[in-house]
């Protein structure tokens, strides 16, 4: 489906760009799976943690396949509180980040078309965010042939500029699986055109790091702040 094709690719960016391979990514539940609750108004939304082990050297597909059974196996727990699962985990609380993950993917349905009922003119209307709910929210919306992408972010953590270099990676990640399908997720290209240059204005390394640091650019510290794991006991 669309949403296990977006959520394997922004699991498979956060992994190349942070150097971690375990990576936990939240995902909201309509909270709506029994027929008692079908008619009733109000805010049943859950939160749904979806981990994955992303594995450079295999291609998208088979990267693929595996988030789909991760996100189906833990989608059979999507009434557990989330709440109680961060109590559970994170004993040892530090409140400056989400416990449990600190990245977000939001699929939203497509666009209502605006519409009339009997003494009524309907019409859509763009709300505003309050303010960041983590470090990173990815939300896509299809609109007819296209996919509209918003980014909310932690400006304490990132600025626009990281953010907007985040897009690009992402839709050049999309493309090289596009193109090239049976490329291990590791040998993608996701350089930007400006890397080069702004690697060596301001890093001055051996040229192994500057070529580790053309890839992942200025956002690599960053984003190693979303895959920070949780110690859990056995």
């Known amino acids: 489906t669309p949403y296990m094709i977006l959520l394997a690719l922004y699991q498979a960016l956060l992994a190349r760009l942070s150097g971690t391979t375990d990576i936990v ?29 992303v ?93 509209q992408c918003e980014f909310v972010y932690a400006t304490d953590l990132f600025d626009a500029a990281t953010i907007v270099e985040f897009a690009e990676r992402l839709a050049r990640l999309a493309a090289g699986i596009v193109d090239t399908p049976e490329r291990p997720l590791d040998e993608i290209d996701l350089r930007l055109p400006y890397d080069e240059a702004k690697a060596q204005r301001r890093h001055p390394l051996t040229s192994a790091q500057q070529i580790r640091h053309s890839q992942l650019g200025d956002i690599e510290a960053g984003l190693r702040m979303l895959c920070i794991g949780v110690d859990v006991d056995d």
């Open 25 to 53: 990514v939240r995902s909201p539940t309509s909270g709506r799976t029994h027929p008692q609750v079908a008619g009733l108004i109000g805010l049943f939304v859950n939160m749904l943690p979806l981990r994955s082990t």
């Open 55 to 147: 594995r450079g050297d295999a291609p998208f597909a088979a990267h693929l396949e595996r988030v789909r059974e991760n996100t189906l196996e833990a989608l059979g727990n999507q009434t557990f509180p989330y709440e109680w699962l961060v109590a559970a985990l994170a004993r040892k609380r530090d409140l400056s980040y989400e416990a449990v993950a600190q990245a977000d993917f939001v699929l939203r349905e497509g666009h209502a078309a605006s519409g009339a009922l009997p003494g009524l003119a309907v019409l859509s209307l763009e709300t505003l965010h309050s303010g960041a709910i983590n470090d990173l929210t990815w939300i896509a919306q299809p609109n007819g042939e296209e996919l």
